[in-house]
């Protein structure tokens, strides 16, 4: 198991039975923007190689750990914040596309889009920003189905949206313009457990829900 440990500015692997995490990368405590440092980050991406990928949001990029590496190679730099298409503003959720090597999903937290992007490229190469015709307010964790839609939890939107594979307009399915209970107040995490129940995390009511696969 990885945990992203934000106060700390570390990521850890923690054994399988074990309570006694090593840290795999930044250095706890020493926030930064060097290669080996990493500054308030959020989620974490793992590949069948074991080398991490994490969304580094104070410094606004995303960074690769290779296996046992002791230093982070940046493949996404959101210079330093901002809005256009090249910039990143606090990256939150990370998944990698099944089946490549290279392009990951990103939420922008703080520029209310998700967003693919190719390492290395300079822009992104999809944004979805908006809901049933609202914009997306501060989205936090993303995740994707077994037919490739993208789901996403919209924090301050209080809802989670899922938009279909080769799309890039979302609609609602759970919270603030639905009829689904309970009523969401700020959903901060959501995943898929093996049979694709989704599950939905709510930081004002502090409580999980389970929606059961129809």
Same mark, same amino acid.
């Given at each position: 198991?990885?945990?992203?440990?934000?106060?700390?500015? =570390?990521?850890? !692997?923690?054994?399988?039975?074990?309570?006694? %995490?090593?840290?795999?990368?930044?250095?706890?405590? *020493?926030? %930064?923007?060097? +290669? &080996?440092?990493?500054?308030k980050p959020s989620d974490v991406?793992? $590949?069948?190689?074991?080398?991490?990928?994490?969304?580094?949001? *104070?410094?606004? =990029?995303?960074?690769?750990?290779?296996?046992?590496?002791?230093?982070?190679?940046?493949?996404? $730099? #959101?210079?330093?914040? #901002?809005?256009?298409?090249?910039?990143? $503003?606090?990256?939150?959720?990370?998944?990698?596309? &099944?089946?490549?090597?290279?392009?990951? /999903?990103?939420? $922008?937290?703080?520029?209310? =889009?998700?967003?693919?992007?190719?390492? *290395?490229?300079?822009?992104?190469?999809?944004?979805?920003?908006?809901?049933? #015709?609202?914009?997306?307010?501060?989205?936090?964790?993303?995740?994707?189905?077994?037919? %490739?839609?993208?789901?996403?939890?919209?924090?301050?939107?209080? !809802?989670?949206?899922?938009?279909?594979?080769?799309? +890039?307009? *979302?609609?609602?399915?759970?919270?603030? %313009? +639905?009829?689904?209970?309970?009523?969401l107040k700020q959903v901060g #995490?959501?995943?898929?457990?093996?049979?694709?129940?989704? /599950?939905?995390?709510?930081?004002?009511?502090?409580?999980?829900?389970?929606?059961? =696969?129809?």
């Amino acid at each position: 198991m990885y945990v992203v440990d934000a106060g700390n500015n =570390r990521v850890q !692997r923690y054994p399988p039975n074990s309570n006694d %995490g090593t840290t795999v990368a930044g250095i706890a405590g *020493g926030g %930064g923007s060097a +290669t &080996n440092k990493l500054n308030k980050p959020s989620d974490v991406a793992v $590949d069948d190689a074991f080398n991490i990928f994490i969304s580094d949001s *104070g410094n606004h =990029r995303v960074v690769e750990w290779i296996f046992n590496a002791t230093n982070g190679i940046v493949l996404i $730099d #959101g210079s330093a914040g #901002g809005a256009a298409a090249g910039q990143l $503003d606090n990256p939150c959720g990370i998944l990698l596309i &099944n089946g490549s090597s290279n392009q990951v /999903y990103l939420s $922008d937290q703080n520029k209310d =889009r998700a967003q693919i992007w190719t390492f *290395g490229a300079g822009t992104a190469n999809k944004t979805w920003s908006t809901a049933n #015709g609202t914009n997306l307010n501060q989205p936090t964790q993303i995740a994707l189905d077994p037919y %490739g839609n993208l789901y996403v939890a919209d924090m301050k939107g209080k !809802r989670v949206v899922m938009t279909c594979a080769n799309s +890039t307009t *979302g609609i609602v399915i759970l919270g603030t %313009g +639905t009829s689904s209970t309970p009523t969401l107040k700020q959903v901060g #995490g959501i995943a898929f457990d093996s049979n694709f129940n989704l /599950y939905v995390s709510d930081m004002i009511l502090n409580q999980v829900y389970k929606y059961t =696969r129809l």
